[in-house]
């Protein structure tokens, strides 16, 4: 059965604290995997969606890697509205759906 | 312009009422979802239209009823809700929708945060 484990599941941090999320996936051949940003009560925002071992993508102070076991979210000098919950989804060959992680909730304070 | 639109973006009803969530895209995706999500959980698919046919039903009860009247409108019609169905109701969208070996970004909206009393 294909998985996502997002951890922590909450990470506080100062502004400027550089620090990563994990997202540890399970899945039968991986087509893609999706980071999404959550502000309370509003929909998940588009981040990121990388497709292979090795590859690397950034926004701004965000920078996502993936490896064929799991996905860090590199965030860099993080700065108050860069508090969110962050999702992380994969898509494998098993099934057409995404499959969701819980999120991690980041707060940063001021 | 990756922009997804919900409408209405709050929706209160009572057990016995009939209401429907709008969702619209003009980016020329084919494909269309709704997901349900409560409070620090993750989004549940419910339901995904690919040019326009439904091909995906996660088990919904027929309490939900999707409709798709072209290829960028998808409606959720709602009769006879639980207190349980109160949530926020998400509708995304994607270039292909899912086709075997494809990878498809997923597009949300807003939402619609709906409370049945």
């Known amino acids: 059965e294909d998985q996502v484990t997002q951890s922590p599941e909450a990470l506080r941090l100062q502004e400027g604290e550089s620090s990563s999320l994990n997202c540890s996936y399970t899945v039968s051949g991986l087509r893609g995997l999706f980071w999404y940003r959550q502000d309370p009560g509003k929909g998940p925002e588009f981040l990121f969606t990388l497709y292979s071992a090795g590859e690397e993508k950034e926004k701004e102070r965000l920078k996502a890697t993936l490896t064929k076991k799991e996905s860090f979210l590199h965030i860099t000098a993080p700065k108050p509205e860069d508090s969110a919950t962050y999702l992380c989804a994969v898509q494998g060959n098993r099934d057409d759906k995404i499959i969701f992680g819980k999120g991690t909730r980041l707060h940063i304070l001021p | 312009d990756t922009e997804v639109t919900q409408t209405p973006k709050h929706l209160v009803m009572g057990m016995t009422n009939k209401k429907s969530l709008k969702c619209e895209q003009h980016?020329?995706?084919?494909?269309m979802y709704w997901y349900k999500q409560k409070a620090k959980k993750p989004p549940e698919l419910m339901f995904v239209y690919s040019y326009e046919k439904l091909s995906i039903n996660e088990s919904v009860p027929s309490r939900f009823s999707p409709e798709c009247p072209n290829s960028s409108l998808l409606n959720l019609h709602l009769h006879a809700l639980q207190p349980e169905d109160s949530a926020l109701y998400l509708c995304a969208s994607s270039q292909e929708g899912p086709v075997a070996g494809n990878t498809d970004t997923q597009y949300f909206g807003p939402g619609t945060r709906l409370t049945v009393l």
């Open positions: 980016m020329g995706h084919r494909a």
